[in-house]
């Protein structure tokens, strides 16, 4: 079955000091992996997207992501938090699970002391 | 270009009333999805269409909820009767596909429309 676990529900760090976001996810199939993020009240923004190329995955804001396949996890960091990286943050599976299917994680709300 | 536009952004209806939404995807896109993404939690997709058609509705609560994508270009949901836990905010977004491995399944996502019922 398909699935994606994020593993914290809140982090908090301070500004200039590194992020790291948890996923976890399950898929049957060579899934496509995506991270989100929903800025209050705006609407959502991919950050970054994996379809089976580099394992590697930059995206905008400086976050970046690694596949590692035989850990299932998907995780997004960032070397160096700033004010404007407060937000909640999606990691989300699809895959051709049942047709096709895109299941979204609960959501992990970071926050970013001064 | 443009990007997915919804309506209304915010509505209020009491419990047993129907309310309706619209969503206009992004010119050319296939795929439209719409979520509904409770206070606290993740989206949940309710229906994915093709074109016109419907590619899955597994989570659509099809005793009160109805969508349709006629013409295969904007599309509307709506719920009849409303219950006091469908209060969330309903997302629109669409795709150029849905092929995994594949940059056509980058979903953009609408504002989104908060529904209270009260």
């Known amino acids: 079955a398909q699935s994606v676990t994020q593993l914290d529900s809140h982090v908090s760090v301070s500004e200039g000091t590194p992020v790291l976001l948890r996923c976890n996810y399950s898929?049957?199939?060579?899934?496509?992996l995506f991270w989100y993020v929903q800025h209050p009240n705006k609407g959502l923004q991919l950050l970054l997207k994996y379809t089976s190329a580099a394992t590697l995955v930059k995206g905008i804001n400086g976050f970046e992501a690694e596949f590692k396949k035989s850990e299932t996890s998907f995780h997004l960091t960032k070397p160096s938090a700033h004010m404007s990286d407060a937000a909640e943050y999606f990691c989300?599976?699809?895959?051709?699970?049942?047709?096709?299917?895109?299941?979204f994680g609960a959501g992990t709300r970071l926050f970013v002391k001064a | 270009e443009a990007g997915v536009a919804q309506s209304p952004r915010y509505k209020i209806i009491e419990k047993r009333q129907s309310v309706a939404f619209w969503c206009n995807p992004i010119s050319g896109h296939a795929t439209l999805y719409w979520y509904q993404q409770i206070l606290g939690q993740g989206p949940k997709l309710l229906i994915q269409?093709?074109?016109?058609?419907?590619?899955?509705d597994s989570q659509l609560p099809k005793d009160r909820f109805s969508a349709e994508r006629l013409k295969g270009v904007d599309s509307t949901l709506k719920i009849q009767p409303a219950k006091l836990e469908d209060s969330a905010v309903y997302l629109c977004?669409?795709?150029?596909?849905?092929?995994?491995?594949?940059?056509?399944?980058?979903?953009?996502f609408g504002p989104g429309t908060r529904l209270t019922v009260l």
């Open positions: 977004a669409s795709s150029l596909g849905f092929r995994t491995d594949s940059f056509l399944n980058e979903q953009f």
């Open positions: 269409f093709q074109n016109n058609g419907v590619v899955d």
């Open positions: 898929s049957s199939y060579s899934p496509s």
């Open positions: 989300v599976v699809s895959d051709q699970t049942g047709g096709f299917k895109t299941i």
